[in-house]
Each structure stands twice: as C-alpha cells, then as structure tokens.
Nanobody, 119 residues
C-alpha cells in the first residue's frame, strides 16, 4: 500500500504562485512515479503533470506548460508542483496519485488540496 498526502493549497490572486507538496509513504518502491490531477467545479478530473521518481521524465498538460513545474525530492519521498502565473481557471481540487508499473494505472490517490485563484 502507498499513502499520499497533499498540502500547500490555498487562495491566491491571479498571477500569483503556489507550491503543492505530495508526501508519499508505504511501498513507494512499488510505484513508478507521481502524477498531479485536478478537478474544477463542474468539471471532470484532468491530468496536470507527472514525473518518474528518478526525475528523469516529466510530462505536462498543454494548459500548464511553461507555468507549472513538477519535481521530486527522493530523500523525503515528496513530489512538488510549483505553480506560477496562476489563472482563475486553475481553480480546482488538486490530487496526487502514484502510478503502478504492473497495472500502468494511477492506483493510489491522496485526499486532495483546494487551490482557488481569484481574479
């Protein structure tokens, strides 16, 4: 089992920045990496970014490229999502999830952290 806890959400004005943190514990060695997802009000959950634990591979949704940066701190089993130039449309609950190589799916999820961007 893998446990994930997100933190760092909050209220910020448009153009501002936030850094989200995903703390992983348990059998993290059984996972390939971490992905960030978000679900805005009245919207479906969408993929935001992902990174392998090695940090060698990163992926970003087109909507956040150039504004968000994903990184890892393997010593602390943490993954960060630095969010800059935030827009009101970035308002959502942000979730981190762990990808399992055996299934190829994100099988473990955190409880989410709210990010609200005011205009």
């Amino acid at each position: 089992q893998v446990q994930l806890i997100e933190s760092g959400g909050g209220l910020v004005q448009a153009g501002g920045s936030l850094r989200l943190s995903c703390a992983a514990s348990g059998r993290t060695s059984s996972t390939y990496g971490i992905g960030w997802f978000r679900q805005g009000p009245g919207k479906e959950r969408e993929y935001v970014a992902a990174i392998a634990w090695s940090g060698s591979t990163t992926y970003y949704a087109d909507s956040v490229k150039g504004r968000f940066t994903i990184s890892t701190d393997n010593a602390k089993n943490r993954v960060y999502l630095q969010m800059d130039s935030l827009k009101p449309e970035d308002t959502a609950v942000y979730y981190c999830a762990a990808k399992v190589p055996d299934t190829g799916s994100y099988d473990y999820w955190g409880q989410g952290t709210q990010v609200t961007v005011s205009s």
